[in-house]
C-alpha cells in the first residue's frame, strides 16, 4: 500500500513538474507577437499570460478526459510505472528544446512518452487506436487550419484598414494586442494545463482512489498554479524564435496571428481536443505573413520548427520506452 502511494506520489509531482516546464517553456504562445511588437512590457505580458494561464485551465475538464481515456484502452492496463516514465521522457523533451530554443509541441511530447511506455508494459493492446488517431489528427491539422485561417484574417484587416496609413494603424493595433496576447493566454490555459490532470486523474482511478474519470478539484487547482508559476518564470528563448525569426510582426499582425490563434486553442477545448498550442501560434503567423507576401516568412526556420515537430512524437515515444525499463529496475 505505502508502495502504491509513493508512485502515485511521483506520479503527481512529475505531471506537476510537466505542467511547470510547459508553462515556462509555453509562455511564448501567448506572448511572443506582443512583446516582439513592443505592444507590452515582457515583465508585464509574463505575469499577465500567468494569471489568465491560472484562469483558463480553471475552466473545463473536458480535455484531461481526452488525454487520460482515448490513449489508453483502459485504467487497467496502465500502472504508474507506465505514468511515471512517459511523464519522464515528456519532460526531458521539453527541457532539451527549451534549452536549444526550438519551439516543439509539449502535447506531442506527452502523447508520445505514453504510446512508448504502454508499448513496453503491455503490447499494442493497451493503446486506443481510434482514440490516438483523434488526438494526432488534432495535433496535425490544427496547425494547418491555423495557417489557412490566419491568412484570412490578415486579408480581412488589410481589406478594412488598406486606406488608413499605416503608422495610425499600427499605433491602435499596439493597444489591441494586449487584449489579444490576454485572450491568447486564457485559451493557452484551457487547453495546456489540462494534459497533466488527464494523467493524475488516470493515475488516481488505476489507484482506486476514484472510481471514475472525473478530475477532482484539488487536482485542477494543483495544475493551474504549476503551469502559472511555469508561465510566471517566463520562456524568453522561445519567444525570439516565435515572435521574431518566423515573421517579422508589426502590430497590426501581431494582433490577427494572436486573435486567430485564440480562436483555434478555444474551439479545440469546447471540442475536448487537446492542441499543440506552439503549433497553432505558429501556423498563424506563418498565415498572417503569407497574407501580405508568401517569400516575407522565412520558411527555413519554419522548415526546422516542422521537423522538430515531426521528430517529437517518436523520439519521445523511444524515451519513454526507455525510462519504463529504468523506472522498473529502481522503483
Not at 160 to 183: C, E, R, T, Y
Not at 229 to 243: N, V
Request: include cysteine; hydrophobic fraction near 55%.
Amino acid at each position: 500500500m505505502h508502495e502504491l502511494q509513493l508512485l502515485i506520489f511521483t506520479v503527481i509531482v512529475l505531471a506537476l513538474l510537466f505542467d511547470f516546464i510547459n508553462g515556462f517553456h509555453d509562455t511564448a504562445n501567448a506572448i511572443a507577437t506582443a512583446v516582439s511588437t513592443r505592444a507590452i512590457h515582457p515583465s508585464y505580458a509574463i505575469m499577465m499570460a500567468a494569471g489568465l494561464n491560472f484562469i483558463g485551465a480553471m475552466y473545463s475538464t473536458g480535455v484531461a478526459k481526452t488525454i487520460g481515456a482515448d490513449i489508453v484502452s483502459s485504467a487497467q492496463m496502465v500502472d504508474e510505472h507506465v505514468l511515471i516514465a512517459a511523464l519522464a521522457g515528456s519532460i526531458i523533451w521539453n527541457i532539451l528544446t527549451w534549452w536549444f530554443a526550438v519551439p516543439s509541441s509539449s502535447s506531442h511530447a506527452l502523447v508520445g512518452g505514453i504510446i512508448g511506455a504502454v508499448l513496453v508494459s503491455v503490447g499494442e493492446q493497451g493503446l486506443n487506436f481510434w482514440g490516438i488517431g483523434k488526438i494526432v489528427l488534432s495535433l496535425i491539422g490544427s496547425p494547418i487550419i491555423a495557417i489557412c485561417t490566419g491568412c484570412i484574417v490578415m486579408l480581412v484587416l488589410f481589406r478594412v484598414f488598406g486606406g488608413f496609413s499605416p503608422s495610425a494603424v499600427n499605433h491602435k493595433f499596439k493597444k489591441m494586442q494586449i487584449l489579444s496576447a490576454a485572450m491568447m493566454a486564457f485559451s493557452h490555459g484551457s487547453n495546456d494545463a489540462q494534459k497533466s490532470m488527464g494523467i493524475i486523474t488516470l493515475a488516481l482511478l488505476a489507484g482506486g482512489y476514484i472510481g471514475e474519470f472525473e478530475v477532482p478539484t484539488f487536482v485542477k487547482v494543483l495544475c493551474a498554479t504549476a503551469m502559472a508559476f511555469g508561465t510566471a518564470m517566463g520562456g524568453r528563448r522561445i519567444i525570439r524564435t516565435i515572435g521574431g525569426k518566423i515573421f517579422k510582426l508589426e502590430p497590426i499582425s501581431g494582433f490577427a496571428a494572436d486573435l486567430n490563434s485564440s480562436t483555434v486553442i478555444f474551439g479545440a477545448t469546447l471540442l475536448h481536443l487537446p492542441v499543440s498550442t506552439t503549433h497553432v501560434v505558429s501556423g498563424s503567423i506563418m498565415g498572417v505573413g503569407t497574407a501580405k507576401r508568401v517569400n516575407a516568412v522565412r520558411w527555413g526556420v519554419a522548415q526546422q520548427m516542422v521537423m522538430a515537430w515531426v521528430l517529437t512524437i517518436p523520439c519521445t515515444a523511444l524515451m519513454g520506452a526507455l525510462f519504463y525499463k529504468i523506472v522498473c529496475m529502481f522503483m
